[in-house]
């Protein structure tokens, strides 16, 4: 059951850092119930005909027809699950239009639906679980076989959105996180399943990969001064955990297994991926030493895993770029209103 492997993840994450000790495990606003919900549902899809059910803010009626509307942006809910803010957030930067959908999923966890009072076809994740890829935990012990993990629901939603009958002029989908929701989306990116359905359609997908904590790394290689190229084998003493998903592909995720690191390095490179920081952050948000193996802030682990990804695909990645909002700090709002902000998720022009 993938709630085990979350609680292994949590045991050996706490046992290998080293230097001085980090707060692990969930936030008190993590804790609590959201008090918002969507109104609409969306049904994931799963093996053998079931499907699951998770509420999805959207500024349009799901089960209509949507002729018109050329852009979707796929935005990912902040680590207490209030997606309701961050759908807020992007009608903020898009404005309510015809041809721009902005769609918020929400990724529930067991004290939500039973606030809410849902019924067991709704899916429930693990606290941390759904940020990282995860599978959902069981409603009981009859549906223990209905599983979904999070980037299959985002599957399930490009598949949907890929559908010429009922997006029949879409040209583009964004999918955005911020923070540790971006590293949701980098995750997400660099292991997708999920890119046939819009590529046939002939939908391009962007990842916008804004201010994020961390990186998932290819190989077992980490930023170093001492070496020519920038990069050399990292010291396990430091931090037995530095290569354990999420920042690397050691007992990744179910959804993220089966194939070579250096495979999903290389279908990485080629997507387009959009990294969004402004260019006077820099904060320390993530501060365990996994993160600190990747550089001591935001702006310095970007900078060190564009080199890496290079490296790891062998190639520089011609669809990969990095804009820096001129004087915007770690607020996610000014980010993302910024002209940056803005070229990242409409396309509009460069800041």
């Known amino acids: 059951m993938k709630t085990k492997f979350a609680a292994a993840i949590a045991v050996l994450a706490l046992a290998a850092c080293a230097g001085e000790p980090v707060q692990r495990g969930p936030s008190p606003q993590q804790l609590r119930a959201v008090e918002r919900l969507s109104d609409q549902d969306f049904a994931v899809p799963l093996p053998g005909g079931q499907t699951l059910l998770m509420p999805v803010f959207a500024d349009k009626k799901l089960v209509d027809p949507h002729p018109g509307v050329e852009r979707v942006i796929v935005g990912i809910q902040d680590p207490a699950r209030n997606a309701g803010l961050e759908y807020d957030r992007l009608l903020r930067v898009t404005g309510e239009g015809p041809a721009t959908m902005v769609l918020v999923p929400q990724f529930l966890a067991a004290q939500d639906a039973e606030r809410h009072r849902l019924g067991l076809d709704f899916a429930r994740w693990t606290l941390d679980g759904w940020k990282e890829g995860g599978n959902s935990r069981p409603a009981s012990l009859a549906d223990e076989g209905a599983l ?54 002939g939908v391009a997908v962007r990842f916008v990969v804004a201010a994020a904590d961390s990186y998932l790394y290819f190989d077992e290689e980490r930023p170093s001064r001492a070496h020519e190229s920038g990069f050399a084998p990292f010291e396990r003493a430091q931090c037995n955990g530095f290569n354990y998903w999420p920042y690397g592909f050691v007992l990744p995720a179910p959804y993220a297994s089966g194939q070579l690191p250096r495979d999903f390095a290389r279908a990485y490179a080629g997507r387009e991926v959009v990294y969004l920081i402004g260019d006077r952050d820099s904060e320390i948000a993530d501060r365990g030493c996994e993160a600190r193996a990747q550089g001591r802030d935001r702006a310095e682990r970007l900078a060190h895993y564009m080199r890496h990804v290079a490296r790891a695909a062998g190639a520089e990645p011609a669809a990969h770029t990095r804009l820096a909002a001129p004087g915007v700090g770690a607020d996610p709002a000014a980010l993302l209103t910024s002209p940056c902000g803005r070229a990242a998720l409409l396309g509009e022009p460069r800041c």
């Open 148 to 201: 979904a993990s999070s980037f299959q629901a985002i599957d399930a939603l490009l598949l949907f959105l890929a559908d010429r009958q009922s997006f029949p002029d879409l040209k583009h989908v964004s999918v955005v996180g911020y923070g540790q929701s971006a590293r949701f989306v980098q995750l997400y990116a660099a292991t997708t399943r999920g890119l046939d359905a819009p590529r046939a359609a």
